[in-house]
């Protein structure tokens, strides 16, 4: 009796961790660890364990601007993996590239956050504000250069709608991300910073930038006197570094509103805002057809943007 109560025991025991892993939800992020998307969903998810009273792990997959990430999800029919992405692999990379799925192939759940490019000069620049900087890039169209992401990258396309909206013009010199073109823009090798706040503000604090403009409508808290489109007039073109929850289109619509509900609770949890905060950046939430939406919109931009460009796959 003792030798079956043990081998009773010692079955659940081993069982345990198979069921717990069974219901834990499989978060996939498509880039490497250690960066901004990754970093904010490791927040995320230790908040979000508790109000969706699942485990939550993540996955990382990089690869291809996070496409291989993205595609792995799409395939998924166990309700039980998403994925956390941002703009990148949604609406720029399926204009640009080849990609095993469309919009139509998951269902966007949740928008946590959002935070814009900025434009930056240096300290010479002959120009002290956004419309200034629009002004001069009228005046002389090929005199200046601005170093972005990468050709055909979110800071790339979002820069070209606002030359293009404004009749003003510059040179593109593409690097392979905002690390690599701060170290650019600080060596004075291009003549505009374009790419996330973050890296850019002990520089612009210490005097040796200037931002005078971000890619958002409005103006943003953590660089106040960057103007946003809508003072220059074209709120229409904002480009947004937006971070999201989407899942596979199977999963069905109570489960979509179960994690809707569990990662809008995490992204207000105050170790979120901060770390958040602290990066420069803000919680916005859009979800529902609000989110379907503004995804389709952006999408249709930036495939205006890539085609004109010649950017989109043959």
Same mark, same amino acid.
């Given at each position: 009796?003792?030798?079956?109560?043990?081998?009773?025991?010692?079955?659940?025991?081993?069982?345990?961790?198979?069921?717990?892993?069974?219901?834990?939800?499989?978060?996939?992020?498509?880039?490497?660890?250690? %960066?901004?998307? =990754?970093?904010? #969903?490791?927040?995320?998810?230790?908040?979000?364990?508790?109000? &969706? /009273?699942?485990? +939550?792990? *993540?996955?990382?997959?990089?690869?291809?601007?996070?496409?291989?990430?993205?595609?792995?999800?799409?395939?998924?029919?166990?309700?039980?993996?998403?994925?956390?992405?941002?703009?990148?692999?949604?609406?720029?990379?399926?204009?640009?590239?080849?990609?095993?799925?469309?919009?139509?192939?998951?269902?966007?759940?949740?928008?946590?956050?959002?935070?814009?490019?900025?434009?930056?000069?240096?300290?010479?620049?002959?120009?002290?504000?956004?419309?200034?900087?629009?002004?001069?890039?009228?005046?002389?169209?090929?005199?200046?250069?601005?170093?972005?992401?990468?050709?055909?990258?979110?800071?790339?396309?979002?820069?070209?709608?606002?030359?293009?909206?404004?009749?003003? %013009?510059?040179? =593109?010199?593409? #690097?392979?991300?905002?690390?690599?073109?701060?170290?650019?823009? &600080? /060596?004075?090798? +291009?003549? *505009?910073?374009?790419?996330?706040?973050?890296?850019?503000?002990?520089?612009?604090?210490?005097?040796?930038?200037?931002?005078?403009?971000?890619?958002?409508?409005?103006?943003?808290?953590?660089?106040?006197?960057?103007?946003?489109?809508?003072?220059?007039?074209?709120?229409?073109?904002?480009?947004?570094?937006?971070?999201?929850?989407?899942?596979?289109?199977?999963?069905?619509?109570?489960?979509?509103?179960?994690?809707?509900?569990?990662?809008?609770?995490?992204?207000?949890?105050?170790?979120?805002?901060?770390?958040?905060?602290?990066?420069?950046?803000?919680?916005?939430?859009?979800?529902?057809?609000?989110?379907?939406?503004?995804?389709?919109?952006?999408?249709?931009?930036? %495939?205006?943007?890539?085609?004109?460009?010649?950017?989109?796959?043959?």
């Amino acid at each position: 009796m003792n030798a079956a109560r043990t081998f009773a025991a010692l079955a659940l025991a081993l069982a345990a961790p198979f069921a717990q892993t069974a219901e834990a939800l499989k978060v996939i992020v498509p880039t490497a660890p250690g %960066g901004g998307t =990754d970093s904010y #969903f490791r927040v995320l998810a230790k908040e979000a364990e508790a109000p &969706l /009273g699942e485990t +939550v792990v *993540i996955v990382n997959v990089p690869g291809a601007g996070g496409t291989i990430g993205v595609a792995q999800m799409v395939r998924a029919t166990d309700n039980q993996t998403v994925a956390a992405v941002w703009l990148g692999p949604i609406t720029v990379s399926p204009n640009t590239m080849k990609v095993s799925y469309t919009p139509s192939d998951y269902i966007p759940v949740v928008q946590v956050s959002s935070a814009p490019y900025i434009a930056c000069v240096h300290p010479d620049f002959p120009a002290n504000d956004g419309a200034g900087l629009i002004a001069e890039l009228k005046k002389n169209p090929d005199k200046y250069t601005y170093g972005n992401d990468g050709l055909g990258g979110p800071g790339h396309l979002g820069m070209v709608r606002i030359l293009r909206a404004t009749g003003s %013009g510059a040179r =593109d010199v593409p #690097f392979k991300g905002a690390g690599e073109t701060l170290q650019n823009f &600080l /060596g004075k090798h +291009v003549d *505009i910073y374009v790419g996330s706040i973050p890296p850019i503000i002990p520089h612009a604090r210490g005097g040796k930038a200037k931002c005078l403009l971000v890619t958002s409508a409005e103006r943003v808290a953590a660089v106040p006197q960057a103007a946003g489109l809508k003072d220059i007039g074209i709120p229409q073109e904002e480009t947004i570094l937006w971070r999201a929850l989407i899942a596979p289109k199977t999963t069905p619509p109570e489960r979509v509103e179960k994690l809707e509900a569990a990662f809008e609770k995490a992204a207000n949890a105050p170790a979120s805002r901060k770390f958040l905060e602290d990066a420069g950046e803000q919680v916005e939430i859009r979800k529902g057809k609000a989110l379907r939406d503004y995804i389709d919109r952006e999408y249709a931009a930036m %495939g205006a943007i890539a085609k004109a460009l010649k950017l989109a796959p043959q």
